[in-house]
């Protein structure tokens, strides 16, 4: 390797080969104009045991190994001779420094005081803060002033999550996005991933479109939450007018659901959907009092499951527990989103997004919808963990809820 220019040395562990970064390592030195010399590789020799790769780098210049180590850093590697990570203070509220750290959705680690410290609260598109030798991320409208945030790259590792080794399980979860996939097979392995899920005391969200109403998905999503599936519901207001709509008149946006017929005058229902809930003064005392019985929201309630439902500029209404300050909404998701080991996506696109953009990267997310751009377009902003099943939302929902009883 020529002398004359500058060197790094970074390592990397994990399953490097298996998830095909060792290679994707390689590819990037070369891509930012850099040299690359292996000092040390090796090979995990069980499933639980990752690999170890030892990787001197050079460029031509100080800039090119910022960008080239910017990258890598977010491969999982990290430099050998490294300090503790650089911080400043915050002078100013929701003003971080211009060159904080912004995080990936992969776990990661900070040096503090000569020691790696994991982050908590874990999000992408966040900034790191250190309090007492602890390191949390914090959205910046967050950021207080005094607030000591990570800056550059220096002392930071990330550990991008690695492919399943045991190859016999779950494996459709490698197998991208498809059409082609039997809905059985992709339901009966969502399965196990919930009772995964309970297995190890993680919560079960679903977050939902209203295309669970008319794709009569009511029926099994309900049952799932009866059940105790279900331990935070995320959506819309659009989903609980036209699920309370469908429990109260029969019809979604007039449709009477028993024959797909337009209801006479039906365009009005679930103007009278909301209407009736604000006669009973919210949907918990509309089920209170014997208004509602049945549905989504009637089951969140009777099981004490909560939901959140966020507001948007084309509501009508909206209901009166529709959050429509979009700031306290994001922060209900986020709330619910905590301790969560599976995010079921049912037919929402926008929703679906917006919760990926707050998960870690090591939460696992099924996004179910009739459309293969949608989970094709949430894995693309970021939730790359996102498997999609392409099919109806209301057969997925059908077969799940009967899967999961035998």
Not at 63 to 84: A, F, I
Not at 234 to 240: D, F, K, P
Not at 265 to 276: D, S
Not at 337 to 358: F, R, T, Y
Request: charged share 25%; net charge negative; aromatic share 4%.
């Amino acid at each position: 390797m020529p002398t004359n220019k500058i060197h790094e040395v970074v390592e990397a562990e994990g399953h490097l080969i298996d998830s095909h970064i060792m290679e994707r390592i390689f590819d990037t030195v070369i891509e930012y104009s850099g040299n690359y010399e292996v000092e040390q590789f090796r090979i995990g020799k069980t499933n639980s045991e990752g690999s170890y790769l030892r990787l001197k780098v050079a460029t031509s210049t100080p800039e090119q190994m910022d960008l080239l180590l910017g990258q890598l850093l977010g491969l999982g590697c990290s430099s050998v001779e490294t300090g503790d990570a650089e911080m400043k203070t915050v002078e100013k509220d929701r003003c971080a420094p211009e060159d904080f750290y912004s995080t990936t959705n992969y776990r990661t680690l900070v040096k503090v005081a000569g020691k790696w410290v994991e982050t908590t609260q874990h999000r992408m598109d966040g900034s790191i803060v250190i309090r007492d030798g602890h390191a949390s991320c914090r959205k910046l409208r967050d950021i207080k002033a005094g607030d000591r945030v990570v800056v550059g790259m220096r002392g930071i590792r990330v550990v991008p999550e690695s492919k399943e080794r045991d190859r016999l399980s779950f494996a459709f979860m490698a197998n991208g996005i498809s059409s082609e996939r039997q809905v059985e097979t992709a339901v009966r392995q969502t399965m196990h991933l919930m009772q995964q899920a309970r297995e190890q005391s993680l919560k079960i969200v679903v977050v939902a479109g209203p295309v669970v109403v008319h794709t009569g998905g009511v029926l099994p999503l309900s049952e799932l939450i009866r059940n105790g599936w279900v331990d935070a519901l995320l959506a819309g207001n659009a989903l609980g007018v036209h699920d309370i709509e469908n429990a109260l008149l029969g019809t979604s946006l007039g449709v009477r659901q028993v024959d797909g017929r337009l209801e006479e005058h039906g365009h009005r229902n679930h103007m009278r959907a909301i209407n009736a809930v604000y006669h009973a003064g919210g949907i918990a005392n509309a089920v209170e009092s014997g208004r509602l019985t049945t549905g989504v929201m009637y089951e969140c309630v009777k099981a004490k499951v909560p939901f959140v439902l966020a507001g948007s500029l084309r509501d009508d209404g909206p209901l009166p527990d529709t959050i429509t300050d979009m700031v306290a909404a994001q922060d209900a998701y986020a709330e619910q989103l905590k301790g969560a080991g599976l995010v079921l996506s049912l037919g929402s696109m926008l929703h679906s997004i917006a919760v990926g953009n707050m998960l870690p990267a090591w939460v696992k997310v099924v996004c179910v919808d009739i459309n293969p751009a949608v989970a094709t377009k949430v894995s693309d902003r970021g939730t790359g963990q996102a498997v999609g099943v392409v099919t109806d939302v209301g057969l997925f929902l059908d077969l799940l809820a009967r899967m999961i009883k035998v």
